[in-house]
């Protein structure tokens, strides 16, 4: 619903066209009788898709007669037949969107330690106090830097299944950041590189995102794998 509303406050700012005026225009070429019916179909369009994507990452029973039947009376303004404010709409939403949070993220951390249980027992992957799992492809013989340093690296990361979700060897680009910047994870296991390695690291969501994930490839409590070469220390932080 967001996003949809964004798609054409944005394009009226940007166009200097407002809604009301669009609706006015003629729709040449359009399935559509008028353009308030092509408005009203891309609404619905928008708004629906952008509801079916959140009940796709959060699954939950959604009683479609109700939810029809309420929308009705909210869009028009008839507020006071409506059980309970907008305000206290949203809250139930955010409860209900944060338990669905709470329990997707258990079920994703709960494959994540049995795969990572068993990860450990691999030779040559070492497990640390924290419980992030590391292993050494290439071992360099350059510095190391600590958590105050800048540093430049190539890195390339995916979900458990092999999904990427971020690479900076497919963008062509190296990454630069402070490592006292970055998820837990990053700043715990660059610091134990030595610049010319290349390291695999696996960081359990604790390191990670936790059980908010980031963004829409990141899920709640999900596992990060990521192959990491430590190219160059750009600078230390200055102390305070």
């Not at 994703?108 to 027992?121: I, R």
């Not at 013989?141 to 990361?157: C, F, L, N, Q």
Request: negative net charge.
């Amino acid at each position: 619903m967001k996003k949809i509303s964004i798609l054409f406050l944005g394009a009226a700012v940007a166009t200097g066209v407002s809604l009301t005026s669009c609706s006015k225009q003629s729709t040449a070429g359009s399935s559509m009788k008028t353009s308030t019916d092509s408005l009203s179909y891309a609404y619905g369009v928008g708004m629906g898709s952008s509801l079916q994507q959140n009940l796709q990452e959060f699954p939950t029973e959604l009683n479609l007669d109700l939810f029809l039947a309420v929308f009705e009376k909210a869009l028009k303004g008839d507020t006071a037949n409506l059980a309970i404010s907008p305000d206290e709409a949203y809250e139930v939403f955010q409860r209900c969107m944060a338990t669905a949070q709470t329990e997707a993220a258990a079920v994703t951390k709960k494959e994540a330690a049995e795969f990572l249980e068993n990860n450990g027992k691999k030779s040559g992957v070492v497990t640390t106090a924290s419980g992030l799992q590391y292993e050494v492809i290439k071992e360099g013989e350059g510095a190391k830097p600590t958590a105050e340093s800048t540093v430049s690296v190539h890195y390339h990361g995916t979900l458990l299944d092999g999904t990427v979700f971020d690479s900076s060897i497919d963008r062509g680009n190296a990454a630069q950041f402070p490592l006292n910047r970055v998820i837990p994870g990053w700043t715990e296991g660059i610091q134990l590189m030595s610049v010319g390695s290349k390291y695999k690291f696996w960081i359990p969501s604790e390191l990670g995102y936790g059980d908010n994930g980031a963004g829409g490839a990141i899920k709640p409590g999900a596992l990060l794998v990521f192959e990491v070469e430590l190219l160059e220390i750009l600078a230390e932080e200055a102390a305070e």
